[in-house]
């Protein structure tokens, strides 16, 4: 899933941080932009696979939480700085995060990317969108011939691809599928792209308690087949456990 570009400006803010495990209400921090993971209702609420999964991991936890969302690009900063105790977005455990927080034991498996364009398109030269700070746009920025062209939100890069700006877009598969499926102007091509490790909550490094209790109801959830439900409800081509 997602990767943010981590910058030394970053590291600066983990200093003077409050534990978690002090606050009465654990509060999440989501994107809200970025379905079938999360992505707003019209209810004006979080909603979609993690909204589902931290409603019950809290649960498990014996945890009152609360739904914060955030922009992408600042999700991990404003975590770090207190605004909010865990971040359940779609966030991929890699080691450039864990220099900055600590992560939960990972809820899915590692998800495959895919491109998505309106034609036939070889992407090995091609223009390719991909939201800024992900695993996709460092993958494309590493492809030897492609222009990485970056953009702020997920559906801005889907845009950019109808609009020719770019030739196609690289994001995870489970976001692409449902666009490609209800718009005949797009597809998804090419092979499936493996990249990253699995997402996790991420906590802030101090916070070990509530990092342990997430990890103990996110076992307890594979263990009893429940996380398995969720994934075929709501990320039906992903691997299971």
Known sequence: MK???LST???ALTGSMAMAESHSVVRLG????????????????????????????????ELTCEWV??????IIPNLVS????????????????????DFSENYTQPDPS??????DVDVT???????????????VAGMEGATLLEFATPDETVAAVKNGEADAVLADKAFLLPIAESDAEVSIIGEDVLIGGGIGLGVRQSDTELRDKFTAAIQSMKADGTLNE???????DSATF
């Not at 969720?230 to 039906?236: A, D, E, N, S, T």
């Open 9 to 11: 400006a970053v590291l």
């Open 69 to 74: 969302t955030n922009e992408w690009d600042s």
């Open 230 to 236: 969720l994934i075929v409800k709501w990320l039906p």
């Open 114 to 119: 895919a491109f998505l364009a309106m034609g």
């Open 3 to 5: 990767n943010l570009i």
């Open 125 to 139: 030269t091609a223009v390719v969108a991909a939201q800024a700070s992900t695993i996709q746009a460092a993958y």
């Open 30 to 61: 989501t994107e809200g932009a970025y379905p079938p993971y999360n992505f707003i209702n019209d209810a004006g609420e979080v909603d979609g696979f993690e909204r589902e999964l931290g409603d019950e991991l809290c649960a498990r936890a």
């Open 82 to 101: 207190g605004n909010y105790d865990a971040i359940i977005a779609g966030m991929s455990i890699t080691d450039e995060r864990k220099e900055v927080i």
